[in-house]
């Protein structure tokens, strides 16, 4: 296989593993803040149990606070029942103490829903706690491996750029210039496979004479349509494949 040729396949090789690493880093934010959105989203589920349960305990605190109220004037009307001279006043007295002592039921009846509201309330501040501290945990774990996966794909970066020097060094100045052209203008994607009398990238298909000089490796060879670098694997020395576009 033609030297420049098979440094250009690995040279690609590095590129494609560098883009890729540069790629995931640039995503990091995006994935971080996914994490934030994930922990928030279990704080805001028990701030909301919170809030219903400090309302439903305020409620059923006016409840009962109207209730003392309500049996006060009740026990009022009933010294007053005792004073009353005519039928008529008798009578106007046991409708107002009717109405306070149903008054007093339908609050006490209040209370009672209130307090069945507020023991689901007390299970759903468990429940939303106890998904809280799970979210906090497997956020801080998944974070954490995403710090580690940063530190790792950096240095891929710093190691494939290390070789592209050494390669870049080695290969004819002319055919270098070709291959970063090529890559500017196809996505960092300047060498592909021939197979099949194609292109694999943009899978133009091959004049016959073209496609038989690839096979032979022997020399640069652009593709007519993407103008990407071929190479063919077929069973010689070159990689079995390239990252594709």
Do not use: W
């Not at 590095?14 to 994490?35: G, K, N």
């Not at 605190?61 to 009740?74: F, G, I, P």
């Not at 990238?201 to 060879?221: G, K, T």
């Amino acid at each position: 296989m033609n030297a420049d040729l098979t440094l250009l396949i690995r040279l690609q090789q590095l590129e494609t593993t560098a883009e890729d690493a540069r790629r995931r880093i640039a995503d990091h934010p995006v994935r971080s803040q996914a994490l934030d959105a994930r922990l928030q989203s279990a704080r805001d589920a028990l701030d909301t149990v919170k809030a219903r349960l400090t309302a439903a305990t305020d409620k059923r605190r006016a409840e009962e606070k109207e209730v003392a109220t309500v049996q006060t004037r009740l026990a009022k009307y009933k010294d007053q029942l005792l004073e009353v001279k005519t039928n008529r006043e008798y009578t106007a007295m046991l409708h107002e103490i009717e109405a306070a002592q149903n008054d007093i039921r339908a609050r006490e009846d209040r209370i009672l829903e209130i307090m069945m509201e507020s023991d689901e309330l007390n299970a759903g501040l468990k429940k939303a706690e106890a998904g809280l501290k799970t979210a906090e945990k497997e956020v801080a774990a998944e974070r954490s491996a995403l710090e580690a996966e940063m530190s790792t794909l950096q240095k891929e970066i710093d190691r494939t750029s290390t070789e592209r020097q050494t390669l870049a060094a080695q290969i004819d100045r002319a055919v270098l210039n070709t291959f970063e052209a090529v890559a500017r203008n196809r996505k960092g994607v300047a060498v592909a496979e021939a197979k099949n009398g194609t292109c694999t990238i943009c899978h133009v298909r091959l004049r016959p004479q073209v496609f038989n000089e690839i096979r032979r490796n022997a020399s640069i060879i652009q593709c007519d349509s993407c103008q990407r670098i071929l190479y063919f694997a077929g069973e010689s020395e070159a990689p079995a494949s390239v990252p594709q576009a």
